[in-house]
């Protein structure tokens, strides 16, 4: 087991050199919240993370979630810790200042999260869908909504959950069959939903549940659902919570990892109907949840970044203190961390935690710039973007955050193995990633098809002319840098190639998509990481001697030899025949 340390100078560097977080702050509603605070309010949200929450990790784990006469009773171990962000202000960071937020850019808050899903992932997502909640009532949500809900919800004293799935429906919400029926200025909504991220406990006031439902006379399909918020009490006219509504958690999941975040199955309409409000347009729900859903697709990315820097920092400590073996250069039995092959490995672990941060930061900060946006077209640029990068976020990033956390078991060796190591948590929790807020297959895609095929690859070429300009930069003449160009050239050469080809060969797009999304995600992340490694070299050649700006050239040098090279194998099987998926059919998949 291992302490947490937050990298906070890593976040710092991003926001300086990524982001350009000093023009950020310039636009209307940011101007309060400068480069100043930036520097002030990191190393204060490290230490509360780091000393309060981390430690929560292991112990909540083991203590698990359960329900117990109709109540969720969540591992005493986090008992109160939600509180205490609350005093502490880091839920209400990003929060909108007319109802009680700080107003800091998302991008900050991401770095804050950050914190907190490494120190504790299971606990990360009670705040995590409730931005999702905040989000969909600010796009979609009534004047009335608005000044009831938000205030609560940006603080987090009230949490939020989001409804979607059901037995029969899975990942297909056109077979939704949860109903709302009229009754004066409300709803009665009634029926089940099963996996629902913290949805029943008593760690907030009040838990707020965005639902989807089906009014009686709905046409069937997407086009017949509607998004209903339904409250776990009710709120009279003066904001003071009222009676208990009619829902309830009937189970509470085992799962394999996130252990202390309660997964429920919840019952609405048991005595008689949940009384709900219609949020947005009748009909319309799916277009409201998709708000919410895109939001969190982009914290579930992130948090693939911060299980693996927890994996990595877990894995860096114990390869320096485990001595085993005999390395050329050192008298006696030496630290695993000087072996080439270990090495190897806490290299690719720490190359692709700093990738995806880059890839994930880059993209809220452009979020944050399409709701400040100096022009309409800037706003419809950074809008393109963003819409192009959440399929690549969270599919990219919680891909590679199973091989992280894989990697962290495999330094460790057999004592990886053993729980109480803490190794496993990290590589069990990291699983749910690719999964859940739509499975990576459902990623991809949507980044092959709806991101690119859809515009004919515009949006994407746009990206790649971007990369290509940072690919001609004559900034330095660093050899190593040099280097680092040209492999960014020619992972913008293998993406070209790849998109040509699939606009040529759209019917292959289902089976040749993971694929094709990898090869974005390996290249659009190395050229952030290239972009930092530029700004890294100018601080060197300035004459700083901070070992930070060579580990970030290194990082990327790594990345480029290492990690880049398998592009060429992602490449090939886009390109590559797609015929045995015709050859096998579905009876050749059974043996016997």
Not at 494 to 511: M, V
């Amino acid at each position: 087991m291992t302490t947490y340390k937050a990298p906070v100078q890593e976040f710092s560097f991003i926001l300086e050199e990524l982001v350009d977080y000093s023009e950020l702050s310039q636009r209307p509603g940011y101007q309060d919240v400068g480069v100043d605070m930036i520097q002030a309010i990191l190393p204060e949200a490290a230490k509360f993370f780091e000393e309060v929450v981390a430690p929560t990790n292991s112990i909540a784990d083991s203590q698990k979630t359960h329900i117990d006469d109709g109540h969720v009773i969540t591992a005493p171990a986090i008992e109160g810790i939600n509180q205490k962000m609350v005093e502490a202000g880091w839920s209400g960071l990003s929060g909108a200042v007319e109802y009680g937020g700080s107003g800091f850019p998302s991008v900050v808050d991401v770095a804050v999260q950050e914190m907190l899903q490494s120190a504790n992932m299971g606990l990360s997502l009670l705040p995590l869908l409730t931005r999702g909640v905040i989000h969909s009532l600010h796009l979609y949500g009534s004047e009335e909504q608005k000044s009831t809900y938000l205030a609560n919800l940006a603080s987090g004293a009230w949490s939020g959950t989001m409804n979607l799935t059901e037995p029969q429906a899975g990942s297909d919400l056109s077979a939704v069959q949860c109903k709302a029926v009229p009754n004066g200025d409300h709803y009665l909504v009634s029926g089940q939903k099963i996996y629902i991220t913290w949805g029943d406990h008593e760690q907030t006031e009040n838990i707020i549940h965005l639902v989807l439902a089906r009014l009686p006379d709905a046409p069937l399909g997407n086009h017949g659902i509607s998004l209903f918020l339904v409250p776990k009490f009710l709120v009279n006219a003066d904001g003071s919570l009222g009676e208990r509504n009619d829902l309830r958690a009937v189970g509470v999941e085992h799962k394999l990892g996130i252990h202390c975040s309660p997964t429920c199955t919840m019952a609405f309409g048991d005595k008689g109907g949940a009384v709900g409000y219609l949020v947005g347009p009748l009909n319309k729900g799916l277009m409201c949840m998709f708000s919410m859903m895109n939001n969190a697709r982009l914290g579930v990315g992130h948090q693939g970044v911060a299980i693996s820097e927890r994996a990595y920092q877990q894995a860096v400590t114990y390869a320096a203190e485990r001595v085993q073996g005999k390395v050329v250069g050192i008298d006696g039995r030496a630290p695993i961390i000087h072996h080439g092959d270990v090495k190897r490995m806490l290299l690719q672990m720490r190359a692709l935690t700093e990738g995806g941060r880059a890839l994930s930061m880059y993209a809220v900060a452009a979020e944050d710039r399409s709701h400040h946006a100096l022009s309409d077209d800037f706003r419809k640029a950074d809008e393109l973007l963003v819409e192009i990068l959440t399929p690549l976020v969270k599919g990219w990033c919680t891909e590679v955050s199973m091989e992280v956390t894989s990697l962290g078991v495999q330094v460790h060796g057999g004592m990886g193995f053993i729980e109480e190591t803490g190794a496993a948590q990290h590589m069990r929790d990291a699983r749910i990633l690719p999964i859940y807020e739509g499975t990576n297959g459902i990623q991809a895609l949507d980044f092959i098809g709806r991101k690119c095929m859809r515009d004919g690859g515009e949006g994407l070429s746009l990206i790649l002319d971007n990369m290509s300009s940072t690919g001609d930069s004559k900034a330095s003449n660093s050899p190593v840098v040099a280097e680092l160009l040209d492999a960014l050239k020619e992972a913008i050469s293998q993406c070209k190639t790849a998109l040509a080809y699939i606009k040529r060969e759209p019917a292959k797009s289902p089976f040749v998509a993971f694929n094709f999304m990898m090869l974005f995600g390996n290249s659009i992340s190395y050229w952030l990481l290239v972009k930092l490694a530029l700004a890294a070299q100018a601080h060197v050649s300035a004459g700083s001697n901070d070992r930070f700006y060579k580990q970030k050239i290194a990082t990327t040098h790594f990345f480029a030899s290492q990690i880049l090279t398998r592009n060429a194998a992602y490449l090939g099987a886009v390109t590559g025949s797609t015929a045995s998926y015709e050859e096998f059919g579905v009876e050749d998949f059974y043996r016997g």
